[in-house]
Structures are given as C-alpha cells and as structure tokens.
Nanobody, 116 residues
Framework: QVQLVESGGGLVQPGGSLRLSCVAS????????MDWYRQAPGKQRDLVAR???????YYVDSVKGRATVSRDDAKNTVYLQMNSLKPEDTAVYYC??????????WGQGTQVTVSS
C-alpha cells in the first residue's frame, strides 16, 4: 500500500514562510503527477499545485508567485514552499499522488495556520 506522509505545517505569522514535505513510500516515478491540495474549515478541498512527474508544474492563481513545488527523487519527497503567507492560506494541506496504475493516494494532511 502506497503511503504519503506530510510534515512541516504549523503556526506562522502573516508574511512568513513554511516548507511542507510529502514523503512517498515508493519512488516518485511511480506516479503520473503529485499534487498539493488544501482544505479550509467548512470548505471543499482545493488544488494548490500540481507537479507532473515529467516536469511541468501548475499553480493556482491564489498562490502563484508565492508557492514553489520542488522534489528530491532520491528521498521520494515532494516539497511545497509557501512564502508571503496570508491568513487565507490557513488550511489543512494534503499531498496527493496519482499513480501510474491510475490510483489516487492521499496523505493524512498537515495543518497550516497563518495568524498573528
């Protein structure tokens, strides 16, 4: 069973930064794409960024210019660097992987709270 484990969330002041990590239990190359989603209280889970394992990265408009997705293939890890954080970035952030066998895998989520 594929596992995705997020870490790196926490409480940060507005304008601050965080780097979230998603460690996969197998090679990133076993996925077609890996994504970051977030879910704020009372809202649906929304895509934040999508990284095609082949290389292209898509960011939603609300984080464009403030978010950067990167990867360490040797560590089976995908990162989400978020800068200039705003209170509206407060959410549980989830890692998602869509595998080459066309299955969806989700991490357990990590809470990000942006507050002074």
């Amino acid at each position: 069973q594929v596992q995705l484990v997020e870490s790196g969330g926490g409480l940060v002041q507005p304008g601050g930064s965080l780097r979230l990590s998603c460690v996969a239990s197998e090679s990133i190359f076993n996925f077609i794409h890996m994504d970051w989603y977030r879910q704020a209280p009372g809202k649906q889970r929304d895509l934040v960024a999508r990284m095609a394992v082949g290389g292209s990265i898509y960011y939603v408009d609300s984080v464009k210019g403030r978010a950067t997705v990167s990867r360490d293939d040797a560590k089976n890890t995908v990162y989400l660097q978020m800068n200039s954080l705003k209170p509206e970035d407060t959410a549980v952030y989830y890692c998602h992987g869509f595998s080459v066998s066309y299955r969806d895998y989700w991490g357990q989520g990590t809470q990000v709270t942006v507050s002074s």
